[in-house]
């Protein structure tokens, strides 16, 4: 049986003053759900801090945005997987779309990534997803399928356990377009069908959720799938009653 888990992206919005309000809000309005399933924030890395306060003995984790590919050293800006072990971070989102294509992570970068947050005792969080051309190309499996290929490269199927896919349509990331609950279901029988036929019982084990301008006004349709664990959100992660009623519709 596998744990639905609902993970926010807040990607580069908040301050401390608003982040304070949001989560105050949002934590009375999570709780009901705390038991029935996981939840992680995952903030811009300077409020990282603020929120492991916040979120405290909640039950609901700390997770971060990004990591670097190198572990250490003469990597200006740069922030490690161990630095974000040591804040409290159980989760690290690798290969967002907005990652891969404005600041252009190559598959490689983001299986380095995958391999660095595994070796630090954290969950990746693996986005996956097909751009609308590919879509219409109809490569949307052969794109999944190469990105997580370059992650099995990179730690064998060992790294996929306990780790979660993301599936992520870019074209549905921000736009307020969402692919429909039958293509979503599809989509995720199809990769756990696929890392079933790289090693038998990864893929009914492992959990993918999905994202793409998930909002509560459509959760309900977009989670119906048994194949659907969960959701990452991110605009609709924002504002408190939104995100707890996408909790409640997961
Ligand atoms: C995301 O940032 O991962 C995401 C799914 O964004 P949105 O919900 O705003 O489409």
């Known amino acids: 049986m596998r744990k639905p888990i609902l993970i926010a992206n807040w990607k580069m919005n908040g301050s401390l003053h608003s982040n304070q309000a949001l989560l105050v809000r949002m934590l009375s309005k999570l709780r009901p759900f705390r038991k029935t399933m996981d939840m992680a924030i995952c903030p811009p890395f300077p409020y990282l801090f603020q929120v492991r306060d916040l979120l405290g003995y909640t039950g609901i984790a700390l997770g971060a945005q990004n990591t670097s590919r190198a572990s250490s050293g003469a990597h200006t800006g740069e922030v490690s997987a161990t630095m974000l072990q040591e804040m409290g971070c159980r989760y690290v989102l690798v290969g967002h779309s907005e990652r891969r294509a404005l600041y252009h992570e190559s598959d490689r970068d983001v299986a380095a990534r995958f391999r660095l947050v595994c070796s630090a005792n954290m969950a990746p969080v693996l986005c996956v997803g097909e751009t609308l051309e590919e879509r219409e190309q109809g490569q949307t499996m052969a794109v999944i399928e ?105």
């Open 146 to 250: 190469r990105q997580l290929r370059a992650v099995i490269g990179e730690t064998g199927m060992a790294g996929l356990v306990g780790s979660i896919i993301a599936y992520e349509p870019v074209w549905a990331i921000g736009t307020g377009r969402t692919a429909t609950p039958e293509r979503v279901s599809e989509t995720h029988r199809a990769i756990r069908q696929f890392l079933e036929s790289c090693q038998a019982g990864v893929g009914e084990s492992i959990r993918i959720v999905y994202g793409g301008s998930v909002k509560a006004g459509n959760a309900a349709d977009l989670f119906q799938s048994p194949e659907v664990d969960g959701g990452l959100i991110g605009g609709a992660s924002l504002q408190a009653d939104e995100f707890s009623a996408i909790g409640a519709a997961l």
